[in-house]
């Protein structure tokens, strides 16, 4: 009896699913299972089914994955009509299980009023910091160098450098937002760090349960989401918390008044706070609670992407000597064999930074985009998107484009330059995304990997780890897309022939 109530009630749900799915204006999209949806179709890395399914159903198509409706947008022209002209529909995040749990507040997983104030305040302190200028790249350019004495005492072993270069890159970040950096060994910092690579981890599983939320209610922990929620609060507790505490005991005892220029985010953002209790406005969403989450989120959102795209650089210069050479021909006639690089350097180094758009372009970290959502069910290109969809903007498909780029699986720096040498700029060059949500750290990405990049090929000649077997190039789609982890040698210069 069980038995036969079971099967009605699936073969109801596929019916009820099926008539849904037929009668409504969604983007068109391939057949779909009840239940699961396109689950079982996608895996771990969806873009080359995304590729043809675009070809199949055009540039914006539907999906189910599990119980969500997901609408993909693809192509630079559509995916700038929902989020630059139709941003006021397109710029929110949509509700998800594992984000809500973890957090609504700060920038990257927040939406509405607070998520505007927290980006605005965000973004004006980072410019008052005096990012993109050259205070702001000393600071860089003493890490930069801590990281190259780094690389050297592998003494051109075969080494992956992965810990490396995640620990040096957040140590950036620690400086824009403490003020300090730590040693490469500093026990609170690299717990830290392990906590945010394992979150990432197991961030793979845990989206299953965004999808098809009645897992939630399995006993344990199959699915890792207590695991992370876990992991979020040690991390705020042993490391983040404690920072923030000692500014506000700086401030306190002080050392830090409303005269002096703040030289960090926190200091910069907790006399916001005070600015806003003295005025009396309206309730502001600048607070105590908001740093928090901010300051996460600049965080995490800066280590993950910079350690993702300078690995994919070195991949690519092992992949392809001949650029490397160039490059450091670059360097040695712009900068010379020792001197470290600056920012008036950068428009003189043409080759170098075409090497880097190059990468951003090809390996694509972000490709996949943050997920967006909309603000009310919305007309768009002769379609409905119901107020629940899930919107993925593809930037891949922008920027793997062959109708723009021609060859876009090649990796060819020179697709940057025009025939004086100059750098060529393409709307379609989207790897920070569009509109309101576009990235706020794109300026200090692209200081940071010139410093990099420039400082490594000065200093270093990239091989793989044995001759005449390159790494592959194939990567991993996790929250950004990290080339697989491998092995290679960094020759100091000084020691080749
Ligand atoms: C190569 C480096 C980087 C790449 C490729 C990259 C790419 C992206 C992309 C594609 C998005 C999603 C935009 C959207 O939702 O449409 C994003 C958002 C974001 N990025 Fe970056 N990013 C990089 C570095 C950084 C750095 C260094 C920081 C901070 C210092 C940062 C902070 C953020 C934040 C806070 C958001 C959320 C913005 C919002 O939701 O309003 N990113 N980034």
Known sequence: MFDVILVAFIVFLACHWYCDYRSSNLPPGPP?????????????????????????????????????????LNGYDVIKDALVKHADIFSVRPKMFITDLITQRGIVFNSGPSWKEQRKVSIQILRSLGMGRQRFADNMLAEVSEFVKAVGKKQ????????VIIVSMSNNICSVIFGRRFDYDFPNFL?????????????????LVNYLPWLRFLPGDLFKAKKILHNVQEMNKCFLIPQIQRHIDNQNGGDDTDNEESDDFISAYLKQIRKEKATGNAPSTVNEENLLWVVSDLFVAGTETLTSTLLWIILYLIHNPKVQDKCFKEISDVIGRTSPPSLRHRQDMTYVQATILETLRIADVGGMGLQHGVLRTAEFRGCTIPRDAIVLPILHSALHDSAVWGDPENFRPERFLDSAGGLVKKAEFIPFSLGRRQCPGEGIARQQLFFYVTSLIQHFRFLPAEDGQLPSLDGIQGFTFSPAPFCLRAVPRDDQA
């Open 156 to 163: 051109g072993q075969a080494t992956d450098l992965s810990k």
């Open 191 to 207: 717990r830290y760090l392990d906590l945010i690579q394992e979150n990432f981890h197991h961030l793979r599983s845990t989206n």
């Open 32 to 72: 779909s299972l009840p239940l699961i949806g396109h689950l079982p179709l996608l895996d771990q890395d969806p873009r080359a089914q995304f590729v043809t399914w675009r070809r199949q159903y055009g540039d914006v198509f539907s999906l189910y994955l599990g119980s969500r409706l997901v609408v993909v």
